[in-house]
């Protein structure tokens, strides 16, 4: 039986039609002479009547139907009777009363249901992946990335840009992250690296003179893993020649309020707000603000400086900075709280953490308080008021912006701060060129090496390398980095002293950036692009806490597939053919 109709298109507009379906069993209701069923599809649900007295062989057969079977039926759409009509089901008000079924395969008894409410671990759900397919929300979900992908690619192909499939098999180059690495059997101990982003072949297609190139790009980093993070994932690359920041950062704009329209209904102001760096680190102390909520870091090293708790002065004198959170009521904290909170800023970073309550007459209580002038501290922080608690942290601005930063987004979540209603887009923008290393004792690529600097910081370059900003991009979304992008270095003399900044050798630099040095050479346009990850727009579009719902076979935070059984090992005869040996040794079987 062919299918007439999809299970989720049905209504009222169908009655007294005859139709095909075909599908999984989702449920079935017997209420003795009549047996209830709903099929399902990816479109929808539809129930089926299985009636004695009009076919009684037909209701045997459908008594011996369990969930997930794959059934197709024919049957005369009706009118459901009033008092059973289904407002929350698209076609709730119908039903079909069949006269053929199918049973087209049937099922064994299976670890979960098919429904989005199943409780049931992700370790389970990612080992039967193709069950969790079957969920209503995993298929919403793949639909709306599947929409994503559809309205990007018409977008960019009316904006004149070429899709063009850059190599997945390519050279191990210094991108940021752990290559991981394919060897070459025709070239025994050689290897090649998977993409960690398509960059060096992106800027040379601009050299080659494809002027607007896009790709919907497969990358892979071997990083330690978290909720919005892959070892395989997906971007939505893109570059442009003759174009400057201005450009690049509109045409994206253009993008991003298409696809929340057109999927959510979602408006964002034009143009979307912007932030420096040094602005979204110091009031925030992260460079991907989460804006559906205020609790703006306060600088008090002013105040520091003459107070007389020397641990304040102490963070001032040796070039440090002191900065404070305003908790709003958080007077109300009983000191086992505050112990919790002192012990997790010690894990991410800080020393210590002071604190202060405002009591509701004004004064201060803590064991501080006798080293802070009352009056000297409120006009510091002017937006303290009566039953807040002032949480300090005392240390170089790198780890004052870290632990504040990260206290800041803990107590947003647990204090219910955070506006889940609001959509807070921003561009974070003049990024430092170069930050300092201090394990290895160098300056290291805040971006990445290709970045180039604002025209008016070239001179930083040999005199204060550290204060040189670039003309790099981040766009942000509540409080996650939706992608980044800069305008590049075409002049292969600044590509050199970018180079010797980063204490690459020329030798190196030639080994492992030889193809791009040698196309810059030979006349580069001025060219910049951006990359935004797809798996993590899919996931804040769709309301999902991890990337892993958003792409069909993802990997646990270990990076293994549950299902496959991948990474695997392999035989002998594989590694002799590759050339290579293991130094992993097997456990003896017990």
Known sequence: MKRSHHCGELSLTHVNQTVTLAGWVASRRDHGGVIFIDIRDRYGLTQIVFDSEENAPLHAIADRLRNE???????????RPEESHNPHLPTGSIEIRAHELDVLNESIPLPFTAEDDVQTSESLRLEYRYLDLRRPKMQQLLQLRSQVSHLTRNFLHEHQFLEIETPILTKSTPEGARDYLVPSRVSPGEFFALPQSPQLFKQILMIGGMDRYFQIARCFRDEDLRLDRQPEFTQIDLEMSFVDREDIIQLIETLIRLIFKETKQIEFPNPLPRLTYEEAMGRYGTDKPDLRFDLPLQDLSEFAKSCDFQVFRRAIESGGMVKSLIIPNGAAFTRNRIDNLIDTAKEFGAKGLAWVKISE???LDSSIAKFLNTEAL??????????DLLLFV????????QVLGRLRLLLGEELELI????????????????????????HVALHHPFTAPHTEDIPLLDSEPLH?????????????ELGGGSIRIHSPRMQEKVFDLLKISKEEAKEKFGFLLNALESGAPPHGGIALGLDRLIMLLGQTESIRDTIPFPK?????????????????????ELSIRTTTKKPAAS
């Open 378 to 387: 409120r006009a510091a922080l002017p937006s303290a008021n009566p039953g």
């Open 468 to 480: 040189a900003k670039t003309l790099a991009y981040d766009l942000v979304l509540n409080g996650f």
């Open 361 to 363: 007459d004004g004064k």
């Open 394 to 401: 005392a240390d170089q601005a790198r780890v004052v912006h």
């Open 556 to 576: 646990t935070q270990k990076a293994q597939c549950l299902m496959t059984h991948a990474p695997s090992s392999v035989s002998p005869e594989q590694l002799q």
């Open 69 to 79: 079977y794959v059934i197709a039926i024919t049957g005369k759409v009706s009118e």
């Open 419 to 442: 506006d889940r209603t609001r959509w807070e887009a921003l561009w974070v923008v003049d990024f430092p060129m170069f930050e300092y290393d201090d394990t290895s004792q160098r």
